[in-house]
């Protein structure tokens, strides 16, 4: 069973599109959860009524806290997390869970091995994302293209639920940290990666950077 599980903030008109494509990806066994705290424009009724169940907290708490709700309350043996602005492609899912074989554990995403569209990112966050990849690859001996690629399947035993703790956009690191630190396998597949269409991106480039820094190496420092 593969449980899809979204974090959404203020993403009504973008969420009801991206449910029906993860529906139309994934079989009748499967399920679709989001994750929605405390948004002001609808995002729970319009993810309820494309067909997802919806998990409501009560305030805004960030990215990270919203994903962990999401995988304590779902159940399948496989996690997908998707991004639910659009700027993911679900049509896509069914290659990330291809490539989810005997002896791999994780599979990312990956946006700058895969295409990016008009729009889908700023050379800033770009120039960003390629360092902290860089950082994460030096850190732990590892050859991947986008440690923060929120675009991901996983096995949920690989997964040290109870030691899981980001809060907001370090949730990427600290998932592949977990994965590589049980001794498991890290796979990426190149992905179509598009522009948000609507509203705006909650992430604070010099606070969650540095986050996401402070992960990687306090990651290295308690194994
Ligand atoms: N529930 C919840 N979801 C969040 C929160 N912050 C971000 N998300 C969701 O996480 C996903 C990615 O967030 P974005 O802010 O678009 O970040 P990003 O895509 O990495 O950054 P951009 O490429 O700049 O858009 C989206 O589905 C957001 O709705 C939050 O505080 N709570
Ligand atoms: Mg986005």
Do not use: C
Not at 76 to 82: K, P, Y
Not at 103 to 128: C, E, P, Q, W
């Amino acid at each position: 069973m593969v449980s899809v599980v979204m974090a959404a903030f203020n993403e009504a008109p973008a969420i009801g599109r991206v449910v029906t494509g993860v529906l139309n990806a994934l079989t009748d066994a499967d399920e679709v959860l989001v994750v929605d705290d405390g948004s002001t424009d609808g995002t729970h009724e319009a993810a309820m009524t494309a067909g997802a169940r919806v998990l409501r907290l009560g305030s805004n708490r960030g990215k990270g806290e919203a994903l962990r709700a999401g995988i304590r309350e779902s159940a399948g043996e496989v996690l997908v997390f998707i991004d639910a602005d659009g700027q993911d492609d679900p049509s896509e899912i069914p290659v990330l869970l291809e490539a989810l074989d005997g002896d791999t554990d994780m599979v990312i995403g990956s946006r700058f091995s895969g295409r990016l569209l008009d729009g889908a990112i700023t050379g800033v966050n770009r120039v960003g994302n390629l360092f902290l990849t860089r950082v994460f690859n030096i850190l732990y001996g590892t050859g991947l293209t986008d440690t923060q690629a929120g675009f991901r399947a996983v096995r949920r035993e690989a997964l040290d639920l109870g030691r899981l703790r980001a809060r907001r956009y370090e949730i990427e690191t600290e998932l592949t940290l977990h994965v590589i630190r049980g001794g498991g396998r890290v796979k990426e597949v190149p992905v179509t990666r598009g522009p948000r269409d609507h509203g705006k991106s909650g992430f604070i480039r010099a606070w969650d950077g540095m986050r996401i820094l402070a992960r990687m190496f306090s990651g290295r420092l308690v194994s």
